[in-house]
């Protein structure tokens, strides 16, 4: 079994930043990437950022240039520093680690901009 589990988001004003964490345990053999999906009310959960093993990065375009997604190999752990926030980022966030053969979500949290 894998646990995935997330830092705790939070209330952040516009312009603002934030940085999510998420940290994978148990049987992990080989990681093929490490991301972040969120979803906000009554919309489908979209890709936000996605960093493979081999050091590719993805990010959505909505936040280029203002998201940084980072890891941490030794300790299985995907962070995600948010910049420059904006109201529409608003969402609960969830981690995604994709192993070779499964696919594991953390519990996601709550990030809220607003003023």
């Known amino acids: 079994q894998v646990q995935v589990v997330e830092s705790v988001g939070g209330l952040v004003q516009p312009g603002g930043s934030l940085r999510l964490s998420c940290a994978a345990s148990?049987?992990?053999?080989?990681?093929?990437?490490m991301g972040w999906y969120r979803q906000a009310p009554g919309k489908q959960r979209d890709f936000v950022a996605r960093?493979?093993?081999?050091?590719?990065?993805n990010y959505a375009d909505s936040v280029k240039g203002r998201f940084t997604i980072s890891r941490d190999n030794a300790k299985n752990t995907v962070y995600l520093q948010m910049d420059s926030l904006k109201p529409e980022d608003t969402a609960v966030y969830y981690c995604?680690?994709?192993?070779?053969?499964?696919?594991?979500w953390g519990q996601g949290t709550q990030v809220t901009v607003t003023s």
């Open positions: 995604q680690i994709q192993l070779s053969r499964r696919t594991y």
């Open positions: 148990g049987s992990i053999f080989s990681i093929v990437a």
């Open positions: 960093m493979f093993s081999g050091g590719n990065i």
